[in-house]
Each structure stands twice: as C-alpha cells, then as structure tokens.
C-alpha cells in the first residue's frame, strides 16, 4: 500500500490530530474560531454603534457647546451691569452725602470757585454762574454785595437755576471749568468705568 501524504494531511486535520502530535477534537477547533469571531463582531459592531451614536449626538453637542458661549457672553453682560450699577448706586450715594455737607458748609462754594479762578489769566474777564441761593451766601458775606473772593480780576456773577448748590461754571473767553457736582461725578464715573 502507498501512501498519499498529502491525503492522510488533511484526514490528520479533520480529525484534530496535529502535525506535533497532538491529538485536538474537531468540535474544539470550530468552537475557538466561532469565539474568536464572535469577538471581532462584536468590536466591529461596538465601534460601528460608538461611531454611528456620536454621529447621532453630533448636533445636540453642537447645542451644547453653542449654548455655553452664550452663557458666558450672558454672563460677562450681567457682570458689567452689575460693577456698572453698583458704580452708579455708589455714585448716588455719593452725591447725597455731598449735597448734606454742602449744605452744612455754604462756603464750600467759595473755595471751589477760587480753584476754578486759578485756570484763567487774572487779566482775563470771565463769568461765575452759581446757584442763586450760593450767589446770595457769597454776596451776603461782602460789604460792596459782590463776591470778595475775586480781588483783581473782572468777574460778571450771575445766578442760574441749572447749577445745583455747591457747585459753579467759570466762563472764559477761551475755555470754561464745569465745577458742577453731576459733572464731576459724571467724571469719575467714567473714568472708574472705563479703568
């Protein structure tokens, strides 16, 4: 008898037997390799449904992330409002206890029109408006019914309604110094704002 090698090969294989001599059952051989394709279906299939569901998920992230830069810009907006407004209670607050001290201290008003006086050449006419309750303490305090805080200099005293007590608007032929207490809130308001 002959035999064919290549045949009793491949009778070898379907029966487990190996070419080491190991003896292997042939439902053991199946069984491994339906495990192992069970498993690189099942990754396949796992990473075909992460991908398909982060697709899936796509827009609604988007949202998200759409809906976060809009919190934020929200929230910076409240924020500024907020410094802004509190600035501005601030601000109330502060002209209320400066009107009270103003009108504790008439002669306040003396001096800051002595300081606006000091921006204009002594030669230079120049105008003082005030308010009419300030322009009659100033008066009142003066044996001639002007001002004396003005020696040397031309100065035209005028009463005006729009200029709250305390405060006074120095016109010169070149420029004007604003010592209104809105206006010099309004600065600093401003400027603190904007710092």
Aim: glycine residues 8%.
């Amino acid at each position: 008898m002959t035999w064919d090698w290549e045949d009793l090969g491949a009778r070898a294989s379907r029966t487990g037997l190996h070419g080491d001599g190991r003896l292997e059952a042939p439902g053991v051989r199946r069984e491994v390799e339906l495990k192992e394709a069970y498993e690189r279906g099942f990754q396949e299939g796992e990473a075909s449904g992460l991908e398909r569901a982060l697709q899936e998920l796509e827009p609604s992230r988007q949202a998200a992330e759409k809906a976060a830069s809009q919190l934020a810009v929200l929230h910076e907006e409240i924020t500024n409002h907020t410094h802004e407004n509190i600035m501005a209670l601030a601000l109330i607050v502060a002209r209320k206890v400066l009107e009270k001290e103003i009108r504790a201290a008439p002669e306040a008003v003396a001096d800051l029109v002595e300081k606006a006086l000091v921006h204009f050449p002594l030669d230079q006419k120049v105008r003082v408006r005030l308010n009419p309750a300030d322009l009659t303490f100033l008066t009142g305090k003066s044996t001639d019914g002007t001002p004396a805080e003005t020696p040397g200099r031309e100065v035209r005293w005028t009463p005006d309604d729009t200029v709250t007590p305390g405060g006074c608007i120095v016109e010169g032929p070149e420029h004007v110094v604003d010592g209104r207490l809105d206006t010099a809130l309004e600065r600093l308001y401003r400027t603190v704002f904007h710092d």
